[in-house]
């Protein structure tokens, strides 16, 4: 087969002199090591040729055809927002979250650099877990002086409750990460290590998926490392480990959607195949942790924590905690659990640790650090802090407990951005609070080349730009670990001080090269024997359940309300806009769901004032459960179930929330939209809703959560098509013309009605249609007899046999239009109507205490 990076075709080859070009242009800053050129940048301007990597990567570049790179980058910025990849930097319920930033270009590592990388972390990891196992044992390090008490027992997160508890399986740690920086002189120095719930174990996934896709033949060509092997190896080994062996069943514990980091969670958990939890999900009986299902309690045997330590068990740790699962340290040191990583490793993070670990390696694996750390200084020893703060200016500042308040937590500083008075001041407060403050030394951060997009048909250009590589290391076995081949890079801004994602960072994919075989492991298992496909059966949890119940309520009362508002505003300037029955039914629906609050006046009243607050609550959280507000609702719900949402699905429920508030956004025009704008709004809206409620039709698997979504809407279906029906023959709107119309327009069956009646106004026409007629889906005949069959294929009923919830609903067997019309009061409808609104509210309750709090009886499962 012919080598497409070395011949590039003649379409193409025109364009290799400008790549080569841009690639020169992209000098790294004077002082810096250039990843390009594998060497450090000089003032002077002296330019050395590109490594043979990049050389390589730019050819096979210029070999494929395809779009230019402001067209890529555009492209894989698009795919990142149409993929729902989040970063959500503030963790604000209210607030958008932010697209993760990831740049075109990725950062290429020799072979032999990566040779090195990997042996280095390979050794802190066995040093590591060594550190730990003394810690939570013997503690021989600390009776021996290797290791200050402070940096372990003052340290916030050593947890006393752990100490001789034998970790599940005999390994503590199995996900570990090491942030490394490259100096000027070449060489990688670590710089931090995480080891409680290190983040970007599953963005890299997402970031080799979308560049490996921009950049085809080279990653091909330049023999990429995989990734799936390692992943492989990770969850074999925690199945191994964990009490049940290989038909351990394994977890996700996530701290929910408004953590920063969710998608990543989510994301992890599909692509390894775990349960993703909350710690609501979970219980502890008689030691051992269940996981909460609509079947009942099914047993937990591992793990994977992404929640910090000290929220894991409120009865032991934080009081205050919702996102952990009481009892839980309980289950591990009775050995029922694997909980990855081990509880109480967030010492470890400790910057002020780095200073120790080289005496410490020779002591407990005999060995000098292959990998070296930047020069750390712990203040709360006198001589490294006499050492330490003539330095201050060449060093940063940074926190020996991060993110506690206990010890007066801050932010990172570098000393080079501090005037004379700000030096003092920062050595004053490291007299005063020594312990507390750690001083590392500054290295002018490697520079690796970066896309940046310019807009319209200006070209792009290259830049370089510092960065940070986290690199994972993770168990394959008890004692035994491997480096996954690539990493995270972290990318600084163009006017950052730090690499961090919460300061506006971007990350680039990272490609670990080898000259040997590339290996070609996967995840996916070919062969499942039929008792394995049984098992595989997705599990719906408690927690899913509710969201999907409320994710089916949500949609149809945004419906409803969009058909409300809709109908309400064409009425306002229709032919029937003097009809006051159908003008009071009108405004009566609209308060009463809250469409326009309470205080406002009256349609009859204030005919303009109630238009006004009307159109200006559709885009309204607050007050007025409006369009906007279920829609809103209807996306964060949507985001505690983001797993089981096709990304389709996702994409409509983003967009028409962010399209809806978008129009709203502009203070001056929210409540001064005219009537058509705004029917052009709901229009637009509705066109969403559709989608979005064709997605949950036809694209989501019919198990039990499927049920109960699909539950919520008739519920919501057949109270409010109840109610509104009953209201409009109380204010006697349906007996003129417009308000007969009105009505069916309501009940989106107007098509339907003519087809079947053309222009009768005979209201046993409309009770056949609305209330009897089982083929019409917004009847409520049709609503009851589906909402029974749901209920009673929920509840495990056989065939054709209804459960005592089902009987709740009423029968429309036992419907008949003679009945219904015979009196002309209307008494046997409105009762009728009266016992739907009610059995929509005790329906409704049922099913919470059923299915939700595993407070029935029936539902107290052991999990066997």
Not at 424 to 440: P, Y
Not at 747 to 760: G, L, P
Not at 804 to 813: G, I, K, Q
């Amino acid at each position: 087969m012919k080598d497409a990076t070395s011949s590039p075709s003649a379409s193409n080859a025109s364009a290799l002199p400008d790549l080569q070009a841009l690639a020169h242009s992209g000098m790294a800053a004077p002082g810096h090591f250039d990843e390009l050129r594998a060497a450090v940048s000089h003032s002077s301007g002296t330019e050395r040729p590109l490594t043979s990597p990049w050389q390589q990567f730019f050819e096979a570049m210029s070999a494929q055809d395809g779009p230019d790179l402001n067209q890529r980058s555009s492209t894989l910025q698009r795919q990142i927002r149409d993929n729902g990849v989040t970063y959500n930097v503030y963790a604000d319920e209210g607030g958008p979250q932010r697209p993760w930033s990831l740049d075109l270009f990725p950062l290429l590592i020799e072979p032999e650099g990566w040779q090195q990388i990997e042996a280095g972390i390979l050794q802190r990891v066995r040093l590591l877990e060594r550190i730990m196992a003394d810690v939570y044992g013997p503690q021989q390090l600390l009776e021996r002086g290797l290791l200050p008490p402070a940096l372990v027992q003052g340290h916030p997160g050593y947890l006393r409750a752990m100490r001789g508890v034998a970790p599940v399986g005999g390994t503590r740690l199995h996900i570990a990460a090491f942030d490394l920086a490259r100096g000027p002189d070449g060489n990688w120095w670590v710089e931090g290590q995480r080891c409680q719930a290190p983040s970007g174990f599953g963005y890299l996934l997402e970031n080799r998926l979308a560049i490996s896709a921009q950049f085809p033949l080279a990653f091909e060509s330049l023999q990429v490392q995989r990734l799936a092997a390692t992943y492989r190896a990770l969850m074999d080994s925690l199945k191994r480990a964990s009490p049940a062996g290989a038909d351990s069943h394994l977890a996700l514990l996530t701290p929910g959607p408004y953590n920063e980091t969710y998608f990543e969670h989510a994301y992890l958990a599909r692509y390894l195949g775990l349960t993703l939890v909350e710690g609501c999900d979970l219980i502890v009986r008689d030691q051992h942790v269940f996981l909460k299902t609509l079947k009942g309690l099914v047993p937990v045997h591992g793990l994977i924590k992404r929640v910090d330590d000290e929220y894991l068990d409120p009865l032991e740790l934080r009081s205050d905690s919702t996102l952990g699962v009481p009892g839980l340290l309980q289950a591990i040191r009775a050995g029922n659990v694997l909980v990855a990583n081990a509880p109480g490793s967030a010492f470890l993070e400790s910057p002020a640790l780095l200073a120790f670990l080289p005496a410490l390696s020779r002591h407990l694996l005999n060995e000098e650090l292959m990998l070296p750390a930047l020069s750390t200084w712990w203040c709360g020893e006198r001589s490294a802090m006499e050492e330490a703060l003539p330095q201050l200016r060449e060093s940063v500042i940074k926190p020996t407990y991060p993110g506690t308040p206990i010890h007066g937590s801050f932010a990172s500083v570098q000393g080079q951005s501090l005037s004379e008075r700000e030096i003092d001041e920062w050595a004053g407060r490291i007299v005063r609070q020594s312990e507390d403050h750690t001083v590392q030394a500054y290295v002018p951060l490697s520079q690796m080349p970066t896309w940046q997009s310019a807009a319209g048909a200006t070209a792009g250009q290259m830049a370089a730009r510092a960065f940070m590589l986290r690199v994972f290391a993770v168990s394959d076995g008890a004692q035994s670990w491997r480096v996954l081949p690539g990493g995270l890079a972290r990318i600084m801004g163009a006017a950052a001080t730090s690499t961090s994602m919460q300061r506006g960072g971007s990350s680039a994919d990272v490609w670990a090269l080898t000259k040997g075989e590339v290996d070609s492991t996967t995840l996916l298992q070919p062969q499942l024997t039929p008792a394995t496909v049984a098992q595989r059966k997705r599990m719906v949890t408690s927690r899913a359940a509710e969201n999907l119940y409320w994710l089916g309520r949500y949609s149809e009362r945004t419906e409803n309300a969009i058909r409300l508002a809709r109908l309400t505003l064409e009425c306002l300037h229709g032919e029937e806009q003097s009809s006051q029955p159908l003008l009071n039914w009108l405004g009566k629906m609209a308060i009463s769901n809250t469409l326009v609050l309470p205080g406002v006046p009256s349609v009859l009243q204030a005919r303009r004032v109630f238009e006004r607050s009307l159109i200006s609550s559709l885009g309204s959280v607050d007050g007025a459960t409006s369009v906007g507000f279920y829609l809103r609702a209807l996306k964060m719900t949507g985001s505690k179930v983001r797993e089981r949402l096709s990304q389709e699905h996702w994409r409509v429920m983003v967009r028409a929330e962010e399209e809806l508030f978008a129009r709203f956004a502009i203070p001056a025009r929210a409540g001064d939209y005219s009537s058509v704008e705004a029917l052009q709004i709901l229009k637009t809206t509705s066109e969403h809703m559709a989608a979005i409620t064709g997605a949950q039709t036809d694209h989501m698997t019919r198990d039990d959560g499927w049920r109960l979504l699909s539950i919520g809407r008739h519920i919501e279906r057949l109270g409010f098509l109840a109610s509104a029906l009953l209201s409009s023959f109380q204010s006697g709107s349906v007996h003129t013309s417009g308000g007969f119309e009105a009505l069916v327009a309501l009940f989106d069956s107007t098509i339907t009605f003519h087809a079947q009646y053309q222009q009768s106004r005979d209201l046993a026409a409309l009770m056949d249609l609305l209330v009897l007629d089982r083929d019409n889906p917004r009847s409520l005949a049709w609503v009851a007899q589906t909402l029974r069959g749901r209920l009673a294929k929920l509840a495990g009923s056989a065939p054709d046999q209804l459960c005592s919830l089902s009987l709740r609903v009423p029968d429309p067997a036992a419907w008949s239009l003679t009945q219904l019309c015979e009196d002309p009061n209307f008494f046997a409808l409105t009762d009728l109507l009266l016992q739907c609104t009610g059995a929509a509210f005790e329906v409704s309750n049922e099913i919470s205490t059923t299915y939700f709090t595993h407070s029935m009886e029936s539902k107290q499962s052991v999990g066997t």
